[in-house]
């Protein structure tokens, strides 16, 4: 390994930004504002894909794939969520090149092969998916209409962060419809419970569950609902989105039903997302000075066994047990990698695994063979001990259980040492200003006093969570009466 | 269901544009040339990923994520591929639209926000993954390098089909970079029988490996092996394609290593793909006039069960014993649909599982509960037989194997009577205009002479195929001397 990562407690964005580089995640490209997302970073992807998927579709869902363009009179038929999205996307506006008669071997867009209508790369798929689904839909027996999406989106962003905000990434968008208000309702608090499962019980990245306030809402929703993270630089993150559409897309598309007594209905909707965001929630919820910690169920790699040896026979002998190890946790679907590349040390092979996040690190050296041991590392706690090589692999499956559960408590514990009550505004920006966090304090419910805090603090309401004790107060900022806190945090 | 579809020996194509929509599988989007796929289709596309994505792994390769934009300068930097894709591609000019102030609640582009450097929405991303290959390789260590992305893409095409041509499809793409020239060809072949093994084994589709000639090429190789598989009307389809492209884009890229003696080399490229188009070869391979036709190894539903019933009472009892088949199914791997939907009649449900290609189909009436037996019918031959419920699980697991075969057997059989040798320029127009299919003749080599023969009977050089016997001749068109034979045919 090259020298290591710039501190947390120095620089925690220069700390995000290396290990992001250094663990192998992503890179940018060569395309203003889009990542790539390199083998490693795709496979924890791919683990989460896989997982979210299985939930889904135990949930009814079914996927699907539409179009990656929006015509342009379809993307403007929602107004507001035309009007949200407008100023950040990349419209397709020629169909070919032609080559350059002023400049041999280049090629210049081609002026005759104008596109009648513009297209717009979808940053969200409502528009061109209510379009479509004014075509399926017609009776109540249509409904509910439970589909989702595995996408590429498009959001010109200027300011872009590898997985946080990059001008194209890869999300899943859920888009129902139902018969009725309430079924919809029940839908959007459904998968914003999928997500925060997801979220604490994979990810061991605990999460608020809550509503957001008007003005941060989805451009077209009439409920956001949310998941909301700290990260340990006391920020927030913004971890998925479910919103209450209610009829506003179904009156842009014209979508109706009839209902079982023949009646035409406006079709009430949901949609919901996450997206490659939460590769840069989970390493900024977890990692450390020294690189990436990943929770092993979904590390792409559990086990990384390193031969400490000299010479060939020694290797030779450490192999036989290392790979008959090997075997045994397979066995039980544990994911081993054996490092015997001879070209690199091992001193490097742990700075290897260390800034990658590997959850266990196995090391098998001469004295080992004669002891019938192994030298076993936890990733997360840095703690090393020496086991017995008989029924490893129970214990090592153990232990990755142990580490899932521990990264899940560590979080939990910072983000309740960092979550307060405010009671006064003098107490609101000294803990804004100061350790940081969450911050609960009493709100007007005026988009004006949220709208000052913000200037004065640069915190947002990050939601009014579900899950609080109903309390009236007055609000922190104006002292006019409050019904309930909101939490606010500075945010990604 | 509706009326039936029209009989593939009196319109094909008529038959395969309403199989595709009545079968549920796609449909237009009011985006012009591009498809949404629909739940059914998508589910026989993600049986088709989950299977090649283990084989990409299994010989090696990881997935990742590149942009889906390719600034204009990087795209014309290998200029044949550029040449190749430069007429067909969408091209995003501008990243902003604003309110029209000529036209209240419409949007237009706004001229301000034009992109100083045009971006091309990637017809294939040899280009941007070359610019990104540049960084990651330096030395010999870094090689071979073996990637894989799964991905949309986008060409711009006057005349498309579902499936089978489409403006936006989506598709693997596999890149990969090595040391040497052979290790490069080697690459490229051995994934020409992945997608040779994939095609047999899992889509019962048969197909014949081979060279493209010079002027099928992809642009930008030295070389495309292929597989071409022959669909019901005498038509070949082009299913999968395996690039050697030399040093080629190494050198447009500028992409070398040191080797181990520290000399500076042009790295060797393969690339390699297949799309959703193979949906539409499955479909024309196997499907008849009653509709789709599945290979149980990519069906999304393995059987559909159906009760036949007079009132509840019936149905209950009916229930119960398809039920426990099911379970017993289910427990085996087997996918099965009970469908006790009361608002459609048996008659309706045979004809919807027919349509949509289920393999097997079981009935259960009153008279079966007397007896303990179950209608079973077969979509690949029609038949029906009555069978014990007794092990009936293990009885369909062995009719699923066999509808399987019998579809590879079934479709080798078709292909064999529709491969014939022409030994004269009468004789290949004659097969050409008759019963088509593929024709094996002499050619000359020249593209001079595949050019003629392209005009004069629309048929062209599918494949130079590797398995057949070494054989000089003279050209069916020029008489000149030729070395071998080349496949003909009309193709998609």
Redesign the interface.
């Known amino acids: 390994m090259a020298k290591g990562l710039p501190k947390r407690s120095e620089d925690f964005s220069a700390w995000y930004n290396e290990l992001v580089g250094k663990a192998d995640l992503a ?1 940018h ?3 203003k504002g ?6 490693y970073g ?2 924890i ?2 683990n989460m894909k896989a997982i979210l998927d299985q939930k889904f579709k135990e949930t009814g869902h ?11 009179s ?3 038929a929602e ?1 507001k969520n ?1 009007e949200g999205f ?13 080559n350059d008669p002023d400049k041999k ?3 210049m ?1 081609d002026p005759d092969a104008k596109l009648q209508e ?4 979808r940053p969200t798929s409502e528009a ?1 998916i209510w ?2 689904y004014k ?1 399926w839909i017609q009776s109540y ?1 249509d409904l509910p209409l439970l ?1 989702n999406q595995w ?2 989106v ?1 959001r ?1 962003e200027m300011r872009t962060r590898l997985f946080l905000r990059t001008t ?1 990434f ?1 999300w899943q968008e859920g888009h129902t419809a139902h018969a009725t208000k309430s079924e919809a309702l029940e839908e959007t608090e459904k998968m914003m419970h999928v997500y925060a499962d997801f979220a604490e019980d994979y990810m061991a990245m605990p999460v608020i569950k809550g509503l957001k306030s008007e003005s941060e809402r989805f451009a077209g929703a009439e409920d956001t609902y949310c998941i909301e993270a700290l990260m340990q630089d006391g920020k927030a993150l913004q971890a998925g989105t479910s919103h209450f559409l209610g009829q506003n897309f179904a009156k842009a598309f014209d979508v109706k039903f009839a209902d079982s007594e023949g009646k035409q209905k406006y079709v009430w909707a949901s949609s919901w997302g996450v997206s490659t965001r939460l590769i840069g929630g989970l390493i900024m919820t977890h990692s450390d000075d020294l690189g990436l910690v990943l929770p092993p169920k979904l590390a792409p790699i559990h086990v990384a066994i390193v031969p400490i040896y000299k010479g060939d026979e020694q290797l030779a002998k450490i192999s036989e047990v290392a790979n008959k190890l090997k075997a045994d946790m397979q066995a039980k679907g544990i994911i081993v990698k054996y490092d015997d590349d001879d ?1 690199r040390k091992p001193g490097w092979k742990f700075a290897e695994y260390e800034m990658k996040g590997v959850p266990v690190r196995i090391a098998i050296g001469p004295r080992d063979l004669e002891n019938g041991t192994v030298e076993v590392a936890r990733r997360d706690t840095l703690e090393k001990e020496s086991l017995q090589q008989v029924d490893l692999a129970i214990k090592v499956e153990h232990l990755l259980e142990q580490i899932q559960i521990n990264l899940l408590d560590r979080a939990k514990a910072y983000r309740e040492e960092f979550t307060n009550v405010a009671a006064t505004w003098n107490e609101f920006t000294e803990l804004l200003d100061g350790k940081g966090g969450f911050v609960q304090a009493h709100w007007d419910g005026t988009e004006e006093t949220e709208q000052k805090i913000k200037e004065e603090t640069k915190a947002t309401i990050r939601c009014i969570p579900f899950d609080q004790k109903e309390e009236t107060g007055s609000c922190i900022y104006s002292g006019k009466p409050s019904k309930g806190m909101a939490l606010f945090a500075k945010a990604y």
């Open positions: 890179e490209s060569g395309v889009c990542m790539v997302v390199k083998p795709y496979a992807w791919e079914q996927n699907a794939y539409f179009p990656i363009f929006v015509p342009k379809l993307f403007e107004e035309a407008a100023k950040e996307c990349a419209i397709v506006t020629h169909y070919r090149l032609k071997g280049k090629l867009v513009e297209l717009i790369v061109i379009s479509t075509k027996r589909i996408a590429n498009v010109w194209e890869l070209k």
